[in-house]
C-alpha cells in the first residue's frame, strides 16, 4: 500500500534499538511519516489522553480487554510522561501489534488532547451513540455487585445510616525543580492544588462516597464537616486539607458520615459500612463484602479472593459492549453526581457552613482558567514566603 507507515511493536523496537532504553530517544526513533490507519473488522482504536500513572495502567487494561483493541493515538501536557508511559506499554506488551503509534499521533502540549481526538475513528464515534464509563470501578466489583443485589432484594431492610472511609498516609510529593515555572510546578505537582485535583476528598474520596450513592439510590441533599491541615502542612503540599469529615444528609433522613485523611502514623482504612433496619453491611476493595444481621450472625459473606480485577473488568464490559454494538452502558450521570456530591462535602469543610445541594449547585464559581503554555499565570500564586492560600473554616466561604 502506498506509503503505508511502519508501526512500533516491542518485538521491532528490540530488533533495531537492542541497547537504548532512555524514553526520550525511545520518542525519536518512532516512525515519523504521514500515518494511515489500516483497519479490520472488529477492530478498535483507543487515543489516551494523560499519560501518568492512571492513564497508563487504564491503557494497560483497555488493550488487554479485546485482541482487537489498538492503541493509536497519546495526548499529555508533558512529553515526558507521554515518553514514559510509551515506554512501559512496549515493555509490557511484547510480542504484540497492539501500540499502534508513532511520532504524528504522540500530541504534547496544552491542545494535546484536542488533536488526540481529532481522528477519524473519533469523528466516526460521535456520529454513534457512545459507550461511557468514567472510572468508579466498584460498580464493576463482583463483591460490591453482590451486595447490591442483597440490598435490593431487602436482605438488611432500609439503609438508615453508613460511615464511608479513605484513611491513609498520603501520597507523593514532587519537589520544585529550577528552571520550572510556576505553572509547570503546579502541574506536575497536581494533587495539592484545588483547581487541578479538587483536593483528596474529590480525588480519592469519591468512590467511598459513590458507593453510599449507589447503595441508597441517590445523592445528598445537605452537607456539613470539618477538615484542615495538621500534619502535612509544608509548602510543597500546596493548599489542599489533609483531613476531612462530613456528615451527608440523604432525603429518607438517611446520615453518612464521611472521613478521608492523608496522615502517616494513624489507622488506615478504606472502606465502606452501612447500618439497616435489618442488618449491617461492610465492603472494601479488598473483594470483601460482609452481611450480618441485627443479632451479628454472618448471613452473607462474599469472599473473592479470585475475582477481577474491577479496573480490568470495567474496561472488559466497556469494550465487550463496543464489539456488540451495546450501546447502553453510561457512567455519565453517576460520575457527575458522585462529583458533585465530593464538591459539597469539601465546601462544607472548607468553610465550616453546612450547605445544601441545591445551593451548591447554583454556585457558579470556575477553578480552572484558559491556559495555553507553561509561561501562563497559574491560577494560584504563592505569598513572597512560598506558601499558597488555605481555606479556613469560619472564614472562608463557598458563597
Keep these: 500500500m502506498k506509503n503505508e507507515i511502519k508501526t512500533i511493536n516491542r518485538r521491532g523496537f528490540l530488533e533495531h534499538s537492542a541497547k537504548i532504553t532512555a524514553a526520550g530517544f525511545l520518542m525519536s526513533r518512532l516512525p515519523a511519516e504521514s500515518k494511515k490507519l489500516i483497519s479490520f473488522e472488529g477492530e478498535i482504536k483507543v487515543a489516551l489522553i ?10 494497560s ?5 479485546d485482541p482487537d483493541v489498538r ?3 497519546m495526548a499529555d501536557a508533558f512529553g515526558d510522561q507521554a515518553e514514559e508511559c510509551l515506554k512501559t506499554l512496549i515493555e509490557k506488551f511484547v510480542d504484540s501489534d497492539k501500540i499502534n503509534v508513532n511520532r504524528e499521533t504522540i500530541f504534547t502540549g496544552f491542545d494535546a488532547y484536542k488533536q488526540a481526538i481529532d481522528l477519524a475513528a473519533g469523528k466516526e464515534a460521535r456520529r454513534k451513540k457512545l459507550n461511557v464509563v468514567v472510572g468508579l470501578q466498584r460498580h464493576y466489583q463482583r463483591s460490591y455487585q453482590s451486595i447490591k ?3 435490593d432484594r431487602g436482605k438488611i431492610g432500609e439503609i438508615i445510616s453508613g460511615q ?14 529550577t528552571g520550572q515555572t510556576e505553572l509547570e510546578y503546579q502541574m506536575r505537582n497536581w494533587y495539592y492544588f484545588n483547581w487541578l485535583c479538587g483536593d483528596h476528598i474529590v480525588e480519592q474520596h469519591i468512590h467511598n462516597i459513590d458507593v453510599a450513592n449507589w447503595f ?3 445523592t445528598p441533599v445537605s452537607a456539613q464537616g470539618m477538615g484542615g491541615r495538621e500534619v502535612r502542612k509544608g509548602k510543597d503540599h500546596g493548599q489542599i486539607f489533609d483531613h476531612h469529615f462530613v456528615e451527608f444528609t440523604y432525603k429518607n433522613g438517611q446520615v453518612v458520615a464521611s472521613q478521608c485523611r492523608h496522615q502517616k502514623g ?3 482504612r478504606v472502606e465502606e459500612v452501612f447500618q439497616g433496619t435489618r442488618g449491617n453491611v461492610t465492603t472494601n476493595s479488598s473483594h470483601f463484602g460482609l452481611i450480618k444481621n441485627k443479632r451479628g450472625k454472618v448471613v452473607f459473606n462474599h469472599e473473592g479472593e479470585n475475582d477481577i480485577n474491577p479496573y480490568q473488568q470495567e474496561h472488559n464490559e466497556l469494550f465487550s459492549a463496543i464489539k456488540a454494538g451495546d450501546y447502553r452502558m453510561d457512567d ?6 458522585a462529583t458533585m456530591s465530593a464538591i459539597l462535602g469539601r465546601m462544607a469543610t472548607y468553610s465550616g457552613e453546612k450547605i445544601t445541594w441545591d445551593e451548591a449547585m447554583d454556585f457558579d464559581h470556575k477553578l480552572v482558567p484558559e491556559l495555553h503554555s507553561f509561561n501562563d499565570n497559574a491560577p494560584v500564586q504563592p505569598d513572597k514566603e512560598g506558601n499558597y492560600p488555605i481555606p479556613v473554616p469560619g472564614v472562608s466561604t463557598y458563597r
Design 71 to 73: 492503541l493509536v493515538a
Design 216 to 218: 441508597i439510590g441517590s
Design 61 to 65: 487494561q483497555a488493550l488487554e480487554a
Design 149 to 151: 443485589n442483597k440490598i
Design 266 to 268: 494513624c489507622m488506615n
Design 164 to 177: 464511608v472511609y479513605w484513611n491513609s498516609g498520603g501520597v507523593w510529593v514532587r519537589p520544585r525543580e
Design 50 to 59: 494523560g499519560c501518568g500513572g492512571r492513564g497508563t495502567g487504564a491503557i
Design 332 to 337: 455519565t450521570n453517576r460520575g457527575a453526581e
